[in-house]
Antibody
Framework: QVQLQESGPGLVKPSQTLSLTCTVS??????????WSWIRQPAGKGLEWIGR???????NYNPSLKSRVTISVDTSKNQFSLKLTSVTAADTAMYYC???????????????WGQGTLVTVSS | SSELTQDTAVSVALGLTVRITCQGD??????ASWYQQKPGQAPVLVIY???NRPSGIPDRFSGSSSGNTASLTITGAQAVDEADYYC???????????FGGGTKLTVL
């Protein structure tokens, strides 16, 4: 059973960089054709896809966040990470990591999710 | 457009059937997946693909799609099904992932 666990500071000051790590257990992050993703959810609002990384390092980002986001992977630690620069109060949200998969037959899904970590941007 | 549109809120009487819909151009290329989210919890995948349920999801949940519209149907809604439901799809043109705004389901 694959499990994901987010970790990182729960409080970040405005204009600083938010950094989170997702640790994957129960399977190798390098195995299979999966995309490792970050998703966030402000309190009382919907889900917002931030971006994803494949194990070869290729990335895709939400256009609305692309200029501030970097997702990286460390296969030796079975982890992937999120960095979001120049944060403001609008970046306050629950941040989830999740495993994504899709294929040419039309299937696409996030099948495993972390429990989420709350990040508050405040001075 | 890569947006997905969902009704904000839907209600159903206990034991009856409810359909939650999701509309968007990206659904012409990829099946929607559906996620259930209860307060304070992470989303849980309930339907993916043409009409597939992950292990442990009750068979009262089913999915369907036609054109640019996907539907999640709960047949015989239970009190435990009260939650927010999100659809998602893949925008193959821009290689992005999109989520619907979510539907709050109330079981009366």
């Amino acid at each position: 059973q694959v499990q994901l666990q987010e970790s990182g500071p729960g409080l970040v000051k405005p204009s600083q960089t938010l950094s989170l790590t997702c640790t994957v257990s129960g399977g190798s992050i390098s195995s299979g054709s999966y995309y490792w993703s970050w998703i966030r959810q402000p309190a009382g609002k919907g889900l917002e896809w931030i971006g994803r990384i494949y194990t070869n390092g290729s990335t895709n980002y939400n256009p609305s966040l692309k200029s501030r986001v970097t997702i990286s992977v460390d296969t030796s630690k079975n982890q992937f990470s999120l960095k979001l620069t120049s944060v403001t109060a609008a970046d306050t949200a629950m941040y989830y990591c999740a495993r994504y998969n899709y294929d040419s037959s039309g299937y696409q899904l996030f099948d495993y999710w972390g429990q989420g970590t709350l990040v508050t941007v405040s001075s | 457009s890569s947006e997905l549109t969902q009704d904000t809120a839907v209600s159903v009487a206990l034991g009856l059937t409810v359909r939650i819909t999701c509309q968007g151009d990206s659904l012409r290329g990829y099946y929607a997946s559906w996620y259930q989210q209860k307060p304070g919890q992470a989303p849980v995948l309930v339907i993916y693909g043409k009409d597939n349920r992950p292990s442990g999801i009750p068979d009262r949940f089913s999915g369907s799609s036609s054109g640019n519209t996907a539907s999640l149907t709960i047949t015989g809604a239970q009190a435990v099904d009260e939650a927010d439901y999100y659809c998602n799809s893949r925008d193959s043109i821009n290689n992005h992932v999109v989520f619907g705004g979510g539907t709050k389901l109330t079981v009366l």
